[in-house]
């Protein structure tokens, strides 16, 4: 279960969250990661040294080191104390112009460095209007993962139509394209297609958690709104 902080809170805001919100998770049996801004990672990493809550970044570049104005290595993310990347999120790719290709070296650069990547896919509503989900989301698969058969790869389905509007997408239409997404890596991994983790990501909240949970390809979710929220260690908690 991940949480998706995007640009919000500040170092001292950090702190605060997780002073009130560590006490109430119980990570038993359940891998828990969040995943602040750049600058409150150290904040978040301390604050969760002792507990089994996980720190990720929201993007990496792919390169060393060098002139690259703005951006943070991996290399930097692990000296920091992170253990989690998300890469490819659909924000970075409508506002960053992040490609499948981009995606692909990040991605590799990631496992290469020891980070658990998490690649993030998934189609607009007029694609899926259209029809195209299936299309879309295997293209964006196969571009943003080739070359690359990894047990630790993490992919997250997030429907854009899904993100941050409140709709949710039913367990029955996250469900389905995770599936897919199972039998795309598959083809992809092999035999890793079955140990690579799947979540679903769109507007999930602690009363929709227990049913996308439910599903046989959901292996957990990717959380931004209720993240940021009290809602979260309900979503974390759920039974
Ligand atoms: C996200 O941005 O990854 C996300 C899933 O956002 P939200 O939960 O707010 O829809």
Redesign the pocket.
């Known amino acids: 279960i991940a949480g998706?902080w995007?640009m919000n809170k500040t170092c001292q805001q950090t702190r605060q969250y997780f002073e009130e919100m560590l006490p109430g998770i119980d990570c038993e049996g359940r891998d828990v990661v969040i995943c602040p801004t750049y600058l409150s990672l150290k904040d978040a990493v301390e604050a969760t040294a002792k507990t089994n809550v996980k720190i990720g970044a929201q993007n990496m570049h792919y390169e060393e080191s060098g002139a690259f104005t703005g951006e943070v290595s991996a290399e930097m993310l692990k000296e920091a104390g992170v253990q989690f990347v998300i890469i490819g999120?659909s924000?970075r790719r409508t506002y960053y112009a992040e490609t499948n290709e981009s995606v692909n070296k990040k991605v590799k650069k990631a496992l290469l460095s020891e980070l658990t990547p998490i690649v993030c896919v998934g189609e607009n509503l007029d694609q899926r209007q259209k029809g195209e989900t299936f299309d879309f989301v295997r293209e964006q698969i196969e571009k943003s993962l080739e070359g690359i058969n990894d047990e630790r790869l993490v992919v997250a389905y997030?429907p854009i139509w899904?993100?941050?509007t409140g709709v949710t997408a039913t367990s029955e239409q996250a469900e389905e394209v995770c599936e897919f997404i199972r039998g795309v890596l598959g083809e992809k991994c092999k035999e890793n297609s079955e140990k690579i983790r799947i979540l679903y990501?769109?507007?999930?909240n602690a009363s929709n958690i227990k049913e996308l949970m439910s599903c046989k390809d959901i292996d957990g979710v990717?959380?931004?709104?209720?993240s940021l929220k009290s809602d979260f260690v309900k979503i974390v908690n759920y039974e």
């Open positions: 998706n995007k999120h924000e997030e899904a993100i941050g990501g769109g507007s999930v990717l959380v931004g709104g209720a």
